[in-house]
């Protein structure tokens, strides 16, 4: 299956797009990941995009369709995947389409979690990542057994940089003005489902799954 998960940052996309990878054993792209990976590295592409992602801004289009574009290349996409993070603006999101359509492909679903802006501040400034396997959890909803240690692998946790206060807030409001008019844009195509991604972690897992197993079911 092939699916986008669509939402603010800090609603939840990370944290179901690892579950929903382990139940339909396809794998999870994200494009923050991807980006944080290749700065990390100090890549040409990490280099360029670190300027965009300190300032809680997107990364220009152009960079990020091409290295999508290659990542859907790759063939542990052939059964699926599940895209997080991508598509981000209108443009982004034509051109996945094309790059799908190109391979005689197309979208199977969108799930829009739902999370309101007060719930997400509190949602980034918790947040603890794992350096090596970037496992996601939080202080007080989902916190580590070893506090910086992480469950599954017994790696460092850190807090993103552009978790900051200032930087939070701006990714949000580059949100509502460029990624949220997707939601009509996916709606129109008949892909869109909404889930509240205020619920236990565990029950919008289950929603997710849910939303999954009806569009299987009717293919
Ligand atoms: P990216 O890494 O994609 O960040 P984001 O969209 O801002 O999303 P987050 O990772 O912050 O949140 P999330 O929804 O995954 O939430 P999570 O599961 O971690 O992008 C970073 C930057 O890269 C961008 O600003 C941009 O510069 C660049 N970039 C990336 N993609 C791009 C693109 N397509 N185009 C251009 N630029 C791009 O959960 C958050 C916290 O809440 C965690 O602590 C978690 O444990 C907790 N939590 C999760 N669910 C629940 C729940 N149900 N109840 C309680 N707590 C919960």
Redesign the pocket.
Known sequence: MRIVLL??????????AELLSEYLQVPHI????L??EALAKDTPLGRE?RA??DR????P?AI?IAMVRERLSAPDTERGFIL??????VE?ARALDEVLAERGRKLDLVVF?DVRPEVLLQ??S???ICQDCQG???TL??PPERPEICDACGGRLYQRI?DRPETQRR?IE?YLAQTAPLIEFYRERGLLVTVN?????AR?RDELRSAVDRVRTRA
């Open positions: 939402g603010a940052p800090g609603a939840g996309k990370g944290t179901q994200a494009t923050g990941d980006f944080r995009a965009y992602m809680g801004e997107l990364v289009d990020t997080d993070g991508f598509p981000r603006t982004q979690i949602r980034l918790g947040r603890w996601v959890y939080h909803y989902n552009d990714r580059v991604g205020e619920q236990e972690i919008v």
